[in-house]
């Protein structure tokens, strides 16, 4: 059995992706005006502080182990541009998260198109007698309706988070291997990649590791293993030309080499459980031989009352830079501990995944029981 694979005439195959980007402009419209009044998270205030330290100028408190800085930047870029009052401030970050989901929809695009080219390429070179082939009209309604289910409904568009950001630049990082998987792919398509990955770890930490696994599967695809890996070095270079500031910027601040500081704080915290029970006022405990290096300072203990004067970072320094407080954590590899917080989280995505396809979403997990179990993961989460 042959199934067409498109329809007959091409300008109706457009007509509907036309009509599905709408869709799902639309929605992304909806959200933001419903949200433009709220912000839902802490980190939402942390991440607009430190956009304000970038412009104006303040590079001792902008530079920050904890949070990555490309979503600070568009959010400082947003109310330098703008300088809303303290009632439209909200409403700003809304519209840059709006510029994002948009953002992210041409790049899903790109992606959804690169898989369409590479099937096309597939049928064509491989016989498809007796395979059920999902038409390419399919593809398109099913690929937009994914996006806009998960950028809405799982990644929260209009939450104070780089989360969306990120996917983008997956999906870009994606369409591009299916192009270098075609056989199209020249030197400024592995130099675009290299850039695609370090802006994709400027916008969170953990695609620092993961950006060498996409380069990896990048050497493959080209033929001949010199030219392959000429090409890969390429983007190599282009990721550690993006890369290279910040991680420098970075390990001077911290006074030692390090990329960001969120996974290894997320590990302690969840893995080795230091100072879990007392955050975020650690002061040594459960910490084994860690001491904190200056911790907050504990003025009185019934009540307890802790007090953070200096440095004065953000609007609440506790939570500006997490990793600043934390300075003195000394880690250890727990395989019990860490095998138990991978089973955690695998049950909560499970549940996750499953749940949310038959609920509704008043029913579904909220987005703090979300961020509490994804920070359990150990590897870095922004």
């Given at each position: 059995?042959?199934?067409?694979t498109?329809?007959?005439r091409?300008?109706?195959l ?7 980007l709408l ?24 991440y607009l502080?430190v956009?304000?330290?970038y412009?104006?100028g303040?590079?001792?408190?902008a530079i920050n182990?904890y949070?990555?800085p490309?979503?600070?930047w568009?959010?400082g870029?947003?109310?330098?541009a703008?300088k809303?009052?303290p009632?439209?401030?909200f409403s700003?970050v809304q519209?840059?998260?709006?510029v994002i989901?948009?953002f992210a929809l ?10 369409i080219l ?10 498809q ?7 390419e009209w399919a593809?398109l309604a ?13 990644v929260?568009?209009w939450l104070?988070?780089?989360d969306?950001?990120?996917?983008a630049?997956?999906y870009?990082?994606a ?6 998987q075609?056989g ?6 592995f130099?675009a990649?290299g850039l ?5 770890y400027?916008?969170k930490a953990?695609?620092f590791?993961?950006?060498?696994i996409?380069?990896l599967?990048s ?11 000429s090409r890969v070095?390429i983007?190599l270079a282009?990721f ?5 500031p910040l991680?420098v910027?970075?390990s001077r ?5 390090t990329?960001g500081?969120?996974?290894r704080?997320?590990?302690a915290?969840y ?9 975020p006022h650690?002061q ?11 911790p ?6 019934e009540?307890?009352?802790y007090e953070?004067?200096?440095?004065a970072?953000?609007t609440?320094a506790?939570w500006?830079?997490p990793s600043?407080?934390?300075?003195g954590?000394?880690l250890?590899?727990?395989p019990?501990q860490?095998i138990?917080?991978l089973?955690?989280n ?5 549940h996750?995944?499953?749940?949310t396809?038959?609920?509704?979403p008043?029913s579904r997990?909220t987005?703090?029981q979300?961020k ?11």
């Amino acid at each position: 059995m042959r199934i067409v694979t498109a329809f007959k005439r091409p300008d109706r195959l457009q007509q509907l992706r036309i009509i599905l980007l709408l869709v799902a402009v639309t929605f992304g419209l909806l959200y933001a005006w419903v949200n433009q009044h709220y912000i839902w998270s802490l980190d939402g205030i942390s991440y607009l502080d430190v956009g304000d330290a970038y412009f104006r100028g303040d590079w001792d408190t902008a530079i920050n182990g904890y949070w990555s800085p490309l979503y600070p930047w568009l959010l400082g870029l947003a109310m330098f541009a703008f300088k809303p009052s303290p009632y439209w401030e909200f409403s700003v970050v809304q519209l840059v998260n709006l510029v994002i989901y948009l953002f992210a929809l041409v790049c899903f695009s790109y992606l959804l198109h690169e898989l369409i080219l590479y099937r096309r390429g597939q049928f064509v070179s491989v016989p498809q007698e007796g395979r059920v082939i999902l038409p390419e009209w399919a593809v398109l309604a099913l690929g937009y309706s994914l996006f806009v289910w998960s950028s809405l409904y799982w990644v929260y568009s209009w939450l104070e988070s780089p989360d969306v950001c990120l996917s983008a630049f997956i999906y870009l990082a994606a369409g591009i291997l299916l192009r270098i998987q075609r056989g199209a792919a020249g030197r400024l398509t592995f130099a675009a990649l290299g850039l695609v990955l370090g802006l994709a770890y400027l916008t969170k930490a953990v695609m620092f590791p993961l950006a060498f696994i996409f380069l990896l599967v990048s050497l493959f695809p080209v033929a001949g293993w010199q030219r392959a890996l000429s090409r890969v070095l390429i983007a190599l270079a282009v990721f550690l030309l993006v890369t290279a500031p910040l991680i420098v910027a970075l390990s001077r601040a911290k006074g030692r080499l390090t990329f960001g500081d969120t996974g290894r704080l997320n590990y302690a915290w969840y893995v080795n459980e230091i100072g879990l029970r007392h955050w975020p006022h650690w002061q040594g405990e459960e910490g084994g031989k860690s001491t904190p290096l200056h911790p907050a300072r504990k003025l009185l203990g019934e009540p307890t009352v802790y007090e953070f004067r200096t440095p004065a970072m953000g609007t609440y320094a506790i939570w500006y830079d997490p990793s600043y407080w934390c300075d003195g954590m000394n880690l250890w590899f727990a395989p019990v501990q860490l095998i138990h917080r991978l089973k955690v989280n695998l049950r909560f995505y499970f549940h996750f995944f499953f749940f949310t396809l038959k609920c509704s979403p008043m029913s579904r997990p909220t987005s703090g029981q979300f961020k509490v179990v994804f920070a359990a993961s150990f590897m870095p989460c922004r």
